[in-house]
């Protein structure tokens, strides 16, 4: 597609649900980031992929958080028995190539989640 | 990891003004963007500059790789440029991620 898409847009979900959100990175770009901005915040990452290496997963913040990113394009981040302190956007981004690339890296609008 | 340190955090401006923001970084990079995040939260890339100049319109960036600092002239505000500007760099070392600033938190009024 012409830019990073991001599904759903808004997802507000209970205590203790499990939730997926989905990325769709642009067309052909080997590298894509899951980044998370809670309210007022900067971004925080949270994990990374590149081709067909093993993901960089040093920014996920707790085994409730998972993601996978099948056939090197489609990435779906799952948080689990999601908590409130969950609720912020996930951000996804990709970019042409990965380290020590001197690519631009584009983000997608985000997926707002609120857990009540 | 490498640190990433934006100034000044607040900055309130007339319509028409100009303004310099500032981003300073630890180690040396070999990716370095600025970001505009508009009030949807919409991350806007504005330059990839990990060195150099680069001009677009009334935005243009200079990025001092030797000095370790960027800088982004915004020229004839407009109140549309308010939101939070980012910079983002990726480490020169073995680091894949974007690491980002705390922003400089932009307000353009008319």
């Known amino acids: 597609g012409a830019g990073v898409s991001q599904s759903p847009s808004n997802k507000v979900t209970e205590k203790g649900k499990d939730v997926e959100l989905r990325c769709d990175p642009i067309?052909?770009?080997?590298?894509l980031y899951w980044y998370r901005q809670s309210l007022g915040q900067g971004l925080e990452f949270l994990i990374y992929?590149?081709?067909?290496?093993?993901?960089?997963k040093s920014g996920l913040p707790s085994d409730r958080f998972s993601a996978e990113r099948t056939g090197g394009s489609v990435s779906t981040l799952t948080i689990q028995r999601t908590q409130q302190e969950d609720s912020a956007v996930y951000l996804c981004?990709?970019?042409?190539?990965?380290?020590?690339?001197?690519?631009?890296?584009?983000f997608g609008e985000g997926s707002w989640l609120t857990v009540v | 990891g490498i640190q990433v340190e934006q100034s000044p955090p607040d900055l309130i401006l007339q319509e028409g003004a100009n303004s310099t923001l500032r981003c300073n970084f630890s180690?040396?990079?070999?990716?370095l963007q600025w970001f505009h995040q508009n009030p949807w939260g919409q991350l806007i890339n504005l330059f990839y500059?990990?060195?150099g100049t680069k001009q677009n319109g009334r935005l243009s960036a200079t990025t001092v790789a030797t000095e370790r600092y960027s800088l982004l002239y915004i020229s004839s505000s407009q109140t549309t440029d308010s939101g939070v500007y980012f910079c983002?760099?990726?480490?020169?070392?073995?680091?894949?991620?974007?690491?980002f600033g705390s922003g400089t938190q932009l307000t353009v009024l008319p």
């Open positions: 981004a990709s970019s042409l190539l990965g380290q020590g690339a001197r690519n631009t890296i584009y």
């Open positions: 067309s052909g770009h080997t590298a």
């Open positions: 992929f590149q081709g067909n290496s093993a993901p960089d």
């Open positions: 180690d040396s990079v070999n990716n």
């Open positions: 500059i990990p060195s």
């Open positions: 983002a760099v990726i480490s020169s070392g073995s680091a894949r991620q974007l690491t």
